[in-house]
C-alpha cells in the first residue's frame, strides 16, 4: 500500500538492498531542517539514489508538519515527490 508523508513516499516492496545505514533520517529540509525519520525498530538501507527500510515492529515515520504515518512490519522503498517543470521540461524533487 502505497502512504506518502508530504514530500516523501513508501511503498511496499519484496526484498531491501544496498548498504545499511547508522540512522533512520529519509530527509531532511535545508531551510527548516525538519526531517522525515522513522522511529521504532528499523533499518534503513541506501542503493544509489534509492532508499529501502526494513522494519521489525510497528513503527513510525515522523516529522514536525506532519501526521505520523505507522509501518507495519515489512520492506519498503522510499522516495521524494517529483514535480515536471513544463517550462524547463525536466523534473525536480518537492520539497515541503
Not at 21 to 49: N, P, Y
Request: charged share 35%.
Amino acid at each position: 500500500m502505497l502512504r506518502q508523508q508530504g514530500d516523501m513516499l513508501i511503498d511496499n516492496v519484496e526484498e531491501v538492498k544496498g548498504e545499511k545505514q547508522s540512522h533512520l533520517i529519509l530527509s531532511e529540509s535545508k531551510v527548516t531542517g525538519h526531517k522525515h525519520e522513522v522511529v521504532g525498530k528499523a533499518e534503513l538501507f541506501l542503493d544509489g539514489a534509492d532508499m529501502y527500510l526494513k522494519v521489525f515492529e510497528v513503527s513510525q515515520l515522523v516529522h514536525e508538519e506532519h501526521k505520523p504515518v505507522e509501518l507495519i512490519p515489512g520492506n519498503y522503498k522510499a522516495w521524494k515527490v517529483r514535480e515536471w517543470n513544463y517550462f524547463e521540461e525536466k523534473a525536480k524533487e518537492v520539497e515541503d
